[in-house]
């Protein structure tokens, strides 16, 4: 059975950071290339941040770029998202996904920037 399980979402204050994880069991995680997206209430789901399946390469929304770092660990099976200098508008629900031979999703985890 495929998880991919998302934690560390919460609440913090603009300009704090947070980190968010995705841990991945039942795939062979070193194949997937795997992504962040997020969704805003009333908003479609936006593709923030991509990772290779080696790691060698990543992208991010312009929105984004220069305050959220990707990155994976392979021997954990997991991928995490550094945010920083968080802003009202990073307020979403954050899921990560795999993709290899077919997509795979997280349940998502929220994140709320507010003072």
């Known amino acids: 059975q495929v998880q991919l399980v998302e934690s560390g979402g919460g609440l913090v204050q603009p300009g704090g950071s947070l980190r968010v994880s995705c841990a991945a069991s039942?795939?062979?995680?070193?194949?997937?290339?795997m992504s962040w997206y997020r969704q805003a209430p009333g908003k479609d789901r936006e593709l923030v941040a991509v990772?290779?399946?080696?790691?060698?390469?990543?992208n991010y929304a312009d929105s984004v770029k220069g305050r959220f770092t990707i990155s994976r660990d392979n021997a954990k099976n997991t991928v995490y998202l550094q945010m920083n200098s968080l802003k009202l508008e990073d307020t979403a629900v954050y899921y990560c996904?795999?993709?290899?031979?077919?997509?795979?999703w997280g349940q998502g985890t929220q994140v709320t920037v507010s003072s």
């Open positions: 996904k795999g993709h290899y031979w077919r997509d795979y």
């Open positions: 039942g795939i062979t995680f070193r194949y997937y290339d």
């Open positions: 990772i290779t399946s080696t790691g060698g390469r990543t």
